[in-house]
């Protein structure tokens, strides 16, 4: 037999046993069926011409089906990671206790005055329960609720990056966009998550504490239970909103820093600091475009008729601050260089 043909049969041997993959340094390992990727055939010149030619869009079709699922997938893993972590879970609880504490301080309060020692406060609860809600809106609005959302917003990017697991998460197909997107719509689910806590709580405990019926709004006319909760609703949607245009504020300080508490406490700053520009009168003139000033009038759903004209402005401004930090998270993430 010759050499050649002896080559030739060693080498069968070797493919039907097994090749033995050498690289420098290391021990040779077995390479099976179970060890080489597998891939899919690819498709013959004709099928992809027929392809094309009945359908057109078949192939790009499902490719944006394979994308979306993916989208969503995602969201759903940042959900359930958000609304499983202990700290979130504190901050909801605290949020849902502040109200009972409320609701109880007023009932002692109107229990032991009488009835022209009453505030119009205090006045309001003893005949509408639902006022409570309202109440409790107007407390928290302006600090509490805006620290919650600031954690979950300003954790978004600085925290990835911070634990060094932004890398990881840009390495899989997901894409800068899609990323960013779905950390944004995590933190406005949490925001109304944390809307929500609070006017449940608060509603049942101005019904456990304080008759229920008729509302009296602030305009002095009065309206039934039903249209009162829908008036809750309504409030629901818009401090909800006003949760959503701060988180793609904190998002944005977010992208800048690999600190989660530097982006979280930057948030807080802006807000104290637009609290201090709007007590003072001088400043009156640039009062209207900050974002706190919008956050109370919420009470337009408590006039009579509903204050849509306050509500609509308060929504366009909402809107005005989730485009305009939107755009800065984007620019700043998309040309971000990731290192860690």
Do not use: H
């Amino acid at each position: 037999m010759s050499t050649a043909e002896t080559r030739t049969q060693a080498g069968a041997g070797a493919a039907a046993a097994g090749q033995l993959r050498r690289m420098p340094g290391l021990v040779p390992v077995t390479e099976t069926l179970r060890t080489v990727e597998r891939r899919a055939p690819e498709p013959l010149a004709g099928d992809a011409g027929e392809d094309a030619g009945a359908g057109g869009f078949t192939g790009g079709d499902a490719a944006g089906g394979l994308r979306m699922g993916a989208f969503w997938r995602l969201l759903g893993s940042e959900l359930a990671l958000t609304f499983r972590r202990p700290r979130n879970m504190a901050l909801l609880a605290v949020l849902g206790v502040v109200p009972v504490i409320l609701g109880i301080g007023l009932r002692l309060a109107s229990s032991t005055a009488g009835d022209g020692e009453m505030g119009g406060v205090v006045q309001n609860l003893a005949g509408n329960s639902l006022m409570l809600t309202f109440l409790s809106f107007s407390f928290l609005v302006l600090l509490l609720m805006p620290v919650a959302v600031s954690v979950v917003a300003g954790d978004a990017i600085a925290g990835e990056a911070g634990g060094g697991t932004l890398r990881y998460l840009l390495a899989a197909p997901a894409g800068r966009g899609r990323l960013l997107a779905v950390k944004y719509l995590n933190a406005v689910v949490f925001g109304y998550a944390v809307t929500a806590v609070v006017a449940v709580t608060a509603l049942l405990t101005g019904l456990a504490l304080f008759p229920g019926g008729s509302v009296t709004l602030l305009s002095g006319t009065t309206i039934t239970m039903g249209e009162g909760l829908l008036r809750i609703l309504l409030a629901v949607g818009y401090v909800g909103a006003a949760m959503a245009a701060l988180a793609a504020v904190a998002l944005a300080l977010s992208t800048f820093t690999e600190v989660a508490i530097g982006a979280i406490a930057g948030t807080l700053v802006l807000l104290v600091v637009c609290q201090v520009v709007r007590a003072v009168p001088a400043l009156d003139p640039i009062t209207p475009y900050l974002l706190p000033t919008r956050f109370t009038d919420f009470d337009g759903v408590l006039r009579d008729p509903v204050d849509y004209a306050a509500l609509r402005d308060g929504l366009l401004a909402f809107a005005a601050y989730i485009a305009l930090f939107g755009s800065i998270a984007w620019a700043r993430f998309s040309g971000k260089d990731i290192t860690s």
